[in-house]
């Protein structure tokens, strides 16, 4: 079955402890991307990678980082997480970066305390 | 990428066809409009997009009109499961992002 797995689905983490949301997608897709959603602001871009190796920011980058290695895997890291950074994030991949349907996770909900 | 306005919120009876509104009257020649949904705290789902003719798929149908300043999306019979925030978003045929605006919220009820 063609999907985007996120992990984990929830955490609860404190300030400055480094942590790692994983997504990976298996339709081979070149396009991967990063979102927070956040009530009243809607859905944001954080990070895209148009492949492997190559990675840009979105809307929202500060706070976080990305790595493509691997073209089914694309993390985000938070290296010091702060309490703003508590949102509902999502990844989603595309074949394409343009003119395709993107596929999104389930979702990973974040509360940093 | 064209701004797109769709109305807050939408309410529909179970069975009946729901017709969601998106205004685009900024639209270029180039950019497609694509219809995605969120179900409460899910993933965003596509639904379907379409450049200038109307588009149908198993989930829903793309009316574009003419002029293509406008579209509505149509679930012919609507369910419970429908009801969820759809989003009408206007995209560039090159590289884009997918900017999601505040969208419409379909309650579908008994």
């Known amino acids: 079955e063609a999907q985007v797995t996120q992990n984990p689905r929830y955490l609860i983490t404190v300030t400055g402890k480094k942590l790692t949301v994983t997504c990976s997608q298996n339709?081979?897709?070149?396009?991967m991307s990063w979102y927070r959603q956040d009530p009243g602001l809607g859905l944001r871009q954080i990070y895209y990678?148009?492949?492997?190796?190559?990675?840009d920011k979105g809307d929202v980058p500060e706070g976080y980082k990305v790595s493509r290695k691997e073209k089914r895997n694309f993390p985000l890291i938070l290296e010091s997480p702060s309490p703003n950074q508590t949102s509902l994030y999502f990844c989603a991949s595309s074949l394409e970066a343009s003119n395709t349907e993107a596929f999104f996770g389930q979702g990973t909900r974040l509360t940093v305390v | 990428d064209a701004k797109t306005t769709q109305p807050p919120s939408m309410d529909c009876a179970e069975g009946r066809a729901a017709n969601l509104p998106c205004n685009h009257s900024t639209i270029s020649g180039n950019e497609y409009v694509y219809w995605y949904r969120q179900i409460h705290s899910q993933g965003p789902q596509y639904i379907i997009h379409?450049?200038?003719n109307n588009e149908t798929n198993e989930m829903a149908s793309l009316i574009i009109t003419e002029d293509r300043k406008s579209s509505t999306l149509i679930l012919p019979h609507a369910t419970l499961r429908d009801t969820a925030v759809y989003y009408c978003?206007?995209?560039?045929?090159?590289?884009?992002?997918?900017?999601f605006g505040k969208g419409t919220m379909l309650l579908v009820s008994p």
């Open positions: 990678s148009m492949n492997v190796e190559v990675t």
């Open positions: 978003i206007a995209l560039n045929s090159g590289y884009s992002t997918l900017t």
């Open positions: 379409g450049l200038k």
């Open positions: 339709m081979n897709h070149e396009y």
